[in-house]
């Protein structure tokens, strides 16, 4: 499936224009968290910070998405960001828009279940995989390469079929 | 020295009215720590419980006190309250009232330099030993049981010499 | 490189004849350690493990290789067999060939500088990857997965080129 | 139960003639262990070594007592030199004496049911603790300081006694 487009009210470490088609292209990591959520704290976030350290900037795209579904009150904007600096989060964090009821929009349209998630969606746009909880970082880290193989491998697939449907000296070897 | 009185904007799971007073007699281990500081998710908090499921409550009291000196619009007492659901925090939390600065005045009056810091106050309310940052578990312990067994030393002594101071009446008191 | 063959006095969990060839067609991840190493108990034996949990048996082979070059009356094969029950390690583990000097042959012919070392073997039997220490389980996940995946990539992109092979004396047979 | 004599065949890191007794006075930490048992490795040296570091040698002295109830062929006195070295364990360590079964004899006479298991035993020689499996330090932290602040206890309440039993027969020899 095509992963939704986020519905937000704010980003950070973003421009507030920011979409998650923009990182179209690149592997894309979304950690989906609550700043108040222990999980997040001890699981969720240190791995992305490691995914981000780990893969090349210009493969992988770590992306947080703030999706408050509890104790609204206090985790504000004002909150949010403060949490950020002090745990040193510095991939772009989109926070979820509210919706009409606990569960904010986006995390409506994903069908998730709560936090720690984490989501991988290929260069397409494709959701891959959707994890709940502690996830293994030996898998992550499979799920992550094979991702990025599997385009290079598309690519040069391309190259090749583009090398055998060329026409040349006036033989066609398609 | 003897730990000075708490001045407090506010009291969680306590009664508004709760003082460090009256904690007098035990052992009172107080973890002082700021809700968005990880180190004090990471370790302080963790070991605050752990003390509080360890040692019996008529011997040893476990209290929180949150200094707030960063950030003072994200830990607002609405923030404080979610995050004490979230972690689990059981013990009584006391929030440190604004000073004129940045520190708080209680955090002022014991002269703390961040969070977390780990006090310990003995059964006559002697500040006895003050931690700052991750601490030794093994050291921790041995310190409140320094303090347990001392004070028992303390009464057996009392309860010697009374016998001893028992003689009256132109006998001999020793 | 091709990865040398193992020189071999002994195998646990395998046939005495077992050789690394024999698993040509998969990638080979390969335990270096020494049963009284720390670092190979604490990090290496149990990565080594999650490896051979994560990843199917007929693309990963995990296989230990004991290097001993120090206290060698101290881990003789009496030894190293109760140390894999202990361990519960249930991978094949080849006993590196005592060398002329205190560096067996197989560490030499791989110039490996210590225990634990993890070695990285592809599908066609070339060294792809040697880290010595502890090692990130993303990384090691990544790497892992390139390697399946390069070789799908490879098998589709023969599939690919015999296609385009089939274009022979001026026929397109595409 | 004042704490059984240790049946040994051998010591290392302390003199063959050692004994426990050598070390009445002080509180007396053991770790009991066999080098090839997971939890030993993972916990409880690395709990003894701490105790070490943590107390005064004068007040707490910390002992290995190495009971081999199986792989006895594979855990010798050359492969534990080898394992203690690489462990950098430099506390004293009794090798415990085989016995008729597969149980040794001080692990019989303490009636032990496996390792890593942790006594401690007190100034007098009195065995006040016995612990199997992983162990909280906090609650040992507490128990050996205990016993150091009781002994001191015992002192000063020999002193007022002394003191208090000096009135007798109506007469004060004070």
């Known amino acids: 499936m095509l992963a939704p487009e986020f519905i937000t009210s704010d980003w950070f470490n973003a421009d507030n224009a920011a979409k998650l088609a923009d990182y179209r ?4 990591v979304v950690e989906v968290f609550q700043m108040l959520c222990p ?17 090349p900037a210009d493969q992988v795209a770590v992306l947080g998405l ?17 949490f950020l600096q002090e745990f ?6 989109a926070v979820d828009a509210a919706g009409e009821g606990c569960m904010p929009q986006t995390m409506e349209a994903y069908q ?19 994890h709940l909880g502690q996830v293994s970082e030996l898998q992550i880290g499979a799920e992550i390469a094979t991702l ?12 090749i ?3 055998a449907s060329g026409c040349e000296f006036g033989r066609c070897t398609v």
Not at 70 to 82: C, I, K, Q, R
Not at 88 to 93: A, E, K
Not at 119 to 126: A, H, N, R, T, Y
């Open 66 to 82: 703030h999706c408050v579904f509890e104790h609204h009150a206090a985790m504000t904007p004002v909150s949010l960001n403060a």
């Open 39 to 55: 999980g997040c704290i001890l699981h969720g976030i240190p791995l992305a910070q490691k995914i981000q350290r780990m893969f």
């Open 25 to 28: 292209g690149k592997v894309v």
């Open 88 to 93: 040193q989060v510095t991939f772009p964090v």
């Open 148 to 159: 990025i193989a599997s385009d290079r491998n598309a690519l040069r697939a391309d190259a």
């Open 161 to 163: 079929s583009e090398t």
């Open 112 to 130: 998730l279940r709560g936090t720690p998630s984490l989501l991988i969606i290929d260069q397409k746009g494709e959701l891959q995989a959707h």
